[in-house]
């Protein structure tokens, strides 16, 4: 398997430190808000990597931290506490609002069939390990104090900016929404370890210290909670392409200037989600979450196959056209698989045959896109239809689509109807869906009178179109 390493900047054979446990580590959401589909797509995409090294057959340990604390406003450490942020919002308390937005993250992932990581550990569960990963950098002279707060000194390394190779505009992703200028920093590139309550009076959360009551910074969670679950070393670190800079440029820094060697070998970022007028941010007014796609008719399974129809790669523009298109290819892909018959035997030969289209494209750095059509090179292919439904369901493992589920589901809606009135019914549920696309709502609702006249009720449910006859 091929997997893009952003640390050196080429395609690379991806063979585990042990491969009896492949170490991966996902930076977690910060909980001051909903999650938005940007967001989801970089979960999404990370999930099938997962999924993809499990299906050829490793064992993985995943490791995700959730921001409860220390992620300020600038991912340059200034501004405020972005929890705070959220609890002087919402008038609750900054614990609150982290457990209601980690219930609520977990609430979209379950919709968007994405996986719960091995270990899931909150920020503010491991303030003694920040505390002795920074005396550890202060003993070995790669943190100072200044103004009250610790500070990792960038210039005590022989290379900082590791990513280096990234667009300028992407490194300035991650350094957004108005920075100050901070005084106390040695060098321009110097982050803090630990704030103390000399510099924010406000911040709610705060922790007894060597160097006084305060509280992290958001980077050194990253590296600790890793080494906490994973040890002194890492196979793969995933994260959206805004945390390269500064975040994981400063886990590497100070991970590495801790354990005095390599951390981590593979560095897999995901591309952004934007919609035409630009990033998508929690901070700007109102902003897309899987609760309002679900408001306006959409499966969180479609806005998942949307996400795979395209490389991680590559940026990704969210329109409700697009999704328009996803939800159609969504509905007609279940509605072909509902056709396949249950009956029969696998053919094994050829089985592997197509199977390999499918291991192919992900095999080429999780090449997702490819990975779909490989599920119409199998409706197509002259498969019987056992092996045809084997090999979906194999693949299914990976994209996580609910393919079988959603097409028996849909095969429920037939028992009784004959092979052509199934195939009216059909044609009109497609009928309709393309309306509903050219947003021509008056022929979709009047396809679906006629479809009650004829005896058929239509509903929409997570999985698409569903009827029955009344
Ligand atoms: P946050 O909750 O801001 O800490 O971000 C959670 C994850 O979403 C991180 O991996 C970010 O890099 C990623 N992310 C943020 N914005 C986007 C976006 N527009 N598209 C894809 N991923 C994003
Ligand atoms: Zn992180």
């Known amino acids: 398997m091929k997997l893009y390493n952003s640390l050196t900047r080429t395609k690379e054979e991806f063979v585990p430190i042990d491969k009896n446990l492949v170490k991966m580590y996902t930076c977690g959401p910060t909980v001051y808000h909903f ?30 931290n959730i921001t409860d604390v220390g992620h300020l406003s600038s991912d340059a450490d200034t501004g405020e506490d972005k929890m705070l942020k959220g609890a002087k919002r919402e008038k609750k308390t900054v614990m609150e609002i982290a457990k ?9 992932c379950r919709k968007l069939n994405i996986k719960t990581p091995d270990v899931v550990e909150p920020a503010t ?14 003993e070995k002279g790669f943190a100072y104090e200044a103004g009250g707060n610790i500070y990792f000194d960038t210039s005590k390394l022989s290379q900082y900016y590791v990513f280096n190779n990234f667009a300028e505009e992407d490194l300035q992703d991650g350094v957004r929404e108005g920075v100050e200028k901070d005084d106390n920093k040695r060098n321009k590139a110097d982050f803090v370890l630990w704030f103390t309550k000399s510099k ?58 801790y354990l005095g060697h390599k951390w981590c070998n593979l560095w897999f970022h995901v591309l952004h989600l934007n919609t035409n007028s630009g990033k998508m941010s929690k901070s700007k ?87 779909i059509t490989a599920l119409y090179d199998v409706l197509k292919s002259d498969a019987n239809d056992a092996t045809k439904r084997a090999l979906i369901a194999d693949f299914d493992k990976v994209l996580s689509l609910d393919l079988i589920e959603g097409a028996d589901n849909l095969g429920k809606n037939d028992e009784g109807a004959d092979d052509e009135l199934t195939a009216i019914v059909n044609e009109a549920i497609a009928r309709r869906a393309e309306a509903k696309k050219a947003k021509d709502f008056a022929t979709a609702d009047k396809i679906r009178d006629e479809l009650k006249e004829m005896g058929i009720m239509i509903k929409d449910t997570a999985q698409g179109v569903v009827w029955e006859k009344i």
């Open 100 to 108: 209601f937005y980690t219930d609520a993250f977990f609430e979209d």
């Open 35 to 64: 999650a938005h589909i940007g967001n989801l797509r970089s979960y999404i995409m990370e999930d099938v990597l997962e999924k993809y090294i499990r299906y050829v057959g490793y064992p993985v340990k995943r490791v995700m």
């Open 125 to 138: 569960g491991c303030i003694d390990e920040f505390i002795k990963v920074i005396e550890g950098l202060i």
């Open 200 to 257: 924010f009076d406000d911040q709610e959360l705060k922790w007894n210290s060597p160097w006084g009551v305060g509280y992290p910074g958001w980077h050194i969670e990253c590296s600790c909670i890793s080494m906490k679950h994973l040890g002194g070393d890492l196979d793969i670190h995933c994260g959206g392409i805004d945390n390269a800079f500064p975040h994981h440029t400063n886990e590497i820094a100070q991970s590495e200037a």
């Open 285 to 371: 007014g109102e902003f897309l979450t899987v609760s309002l796609l679900e408001s306006k008719g959409y499966s969180p399974l479609v806005y998942r196959l949307f996400c795979l129809q395209s490389h991680y790669r590559k940026s990704l523009v969210f329109s409700y056209e697009n999704l328009d298109n996803a939800k159609v290819a969504y509905e007609k892909l279940l509605a072909r698989i509902a056709k396949l018959s249950k009956d029969g035997e696998v053919d094994s030969a050829k089985f592997e045959e197509l199977k390999k289209i499918f291991t192919d494209a992900m095999d080429n750095d999780i090449n997702t896109s490819l990975a």
